[in-house]
């Protein structure tokens, strides 16, 4: 496996489930990130996690709860989703540099659907 | 608040023309400013970036102008081809700090080249 990879490609849920998608990074990256991607808002950060520890929580509803393992693995647990929640979430990673990490490489994302 | 504005939503170019998108910010901390070029069912991927010490920046047939004192900047697609045909997404970011992993980004522009 090469860059980011994202599993389910493809998710369909109730409200009242729980699920949680995954993210892998193959790049050495020190940090990974979050994105709700949607036709009334394209590309929408969500959570930033840096060596880590997350530094950004971009005022995301408790219902979305992400979890950093280590530097290569992201995951975002979900639980009482709303119809309005169905989007394409895309993780991404990059190197954090101390003059500023930049270039972010996404992963293909997952399609969630809220019935 | 948008911070980052994105015109035109859509574009329909022929192919040989030249395809221009513009974004404009409003944040002057704003120093690094990249391209995100996406195709149907990928994630984004990074395209061409520029920062403001330079006014263009060009690479094979993608060109970044940035007008510092006007705070904008807009993407030119030289002899558009069918392939070029995606969603293109400027961004922004400090780059300082951890505030360095943050892009903001505009709200996409579908082009469409025709054969």
């Known amino acids: 496996e090469t860059g980011v990879t994202q599993t389910p490609r493809h998710l369909v849920m109730g409200m009242t489930n729980k699920k949680s998608l995954k993210c892998e990074q193959h790049?050495?990256?020190?940090?990974m990130y979050w994105y709700k991607q949607s036709a009334k808002k394209p590309l929408e950060l969500m959570f930033v996690?840096?060596?880590?520890?997350?530094?950004e929580n971009n005022s995301v509803p408790s219902r979305f709860s992400p979890e950093c393992p280590n530097s290569s693995h992201l995951f975002l647990h979900l639980h009482t989703l709303q119809p309005e929640d169905s989007a394409l979430y895309l993780c991404?990673?990059?190197?954090?540099?101390?003059?500023?990490?930049?270039?972010?490489?996404f992963g293909p994302g997952t399609r969630l659907t809220v019935t | 608040q948008q911070q980052v504005k994105q015109s035109p939503q859509s574009l329909i170019v022929q192919k040989g023309g030249i395809s221009i998108i513009n974004c404009a910010y409003e944040?002057?901390?704003?120093?690094?400013f990249p391209w995100y070029q996406q195709f149907p069912g990928k994630g984004p991927a990074l395209l061409i970036a520029?920062?403001?010490?330079?006014s263009e920046k060009k690479e094979g047939r993608f060109t970044i102008s940035f007008n510092k004192s006007a705070k904008q900047f807009s993407l030119h697609i030289m002899d558009s081809q069918p392939g070029d045909s995606a969603t293109y997404f400027c961004?922004?970011?400090?780059?300082?700090?951890?505030?360095?992993?943050?892009?903001?980004f505009g709200g996409g522009t579908r082009v469409l080249v025709k054969p």
């Open positions: 961004a922004a970011a400090i780059s300082r700090g951890a505030a360095g992993n943050k892009l903001t």
């Open positions: 520029i920062r403001p010490d330079v």
């Open positions: 944040n002057t901390a704003f120093d690094y």
């Open positions: 996690y840096s060596l880590e520890e997350r530094v």
């Open positions: 991404a990673s990059s190197q954090f540099l101390a003059g500023g990490g930049y270039e972010q490489y």
């Open positions: 790049l050495g990256h020190n940090a």
